[in-house]
């Protein structure tokens, strides 16, 4: 059973740092292409960042770009997100998502397979 477990989330002031991590089991995450996406309250879904299987390339959205770094450990089969210099703005839910393949491009929700249940990050002060 395909299982994904999201944590590290939680209350943090603007400037600050936390790192997400994302525990997969019941699959061989090193397969796939991994991505993080969040929703804050009233919007839409949106793509945060992807990690590529082939490669280890990384691709993030320009909100985040210079502030957060995305990372696997394949042995522990597992991804992070490392997110610096927080803003009021990246205040949403976190999710992990599991792409249908090896290599993402873009953020197209309908790419990806299974999704975490998502953890709270809040950007207050």
């Known amino acids: 059973q395909v299982q994904l477990v999201e944590f590290g989330g939680g209350l943090v002031q603007p400037g600050g740092s936390l790192r997400l991590s994302c525990a997969a089991s019941?699959?061989?995450?090193?397969?796939?292409?991994m991505s993080w996406f969040r929703q804050a309250p009233g919007k839409e879904r949106e793509g945060v960042s992807c990690?590529?299987?082939?490669?280890?390339?990384?691709d993030y959205a320009d909100s985040v770009k210079g502030r957060f770094t995305i990372s696997r450990d394949n042995a522990k089969n597992t991804v992070y997100l490392q997110m610096n210099s927080l803003k009021p703005e990246d205040t949403a839910v976190y999710y992990c998502?599991?792409?249908?393949?090896?290599?993402?491009?873009?953020?197209?929700?309908?790419?990806?397979?299974?999704w975490g249940q998502g953890t709270q990050v809040t950007v207050s002060s």
């Open positions: 019941g699959f061989t995450l090193g397969y796939y292409a």
């Open positions: 990690i590529n299987t082939r490669d280890g390339s990384t």
């Open positions: 998502a599991v792409h249908r393949g090896s290599y993402c491009s873009g953020f197209d929700p309908y790419e990806y397979h299974y």
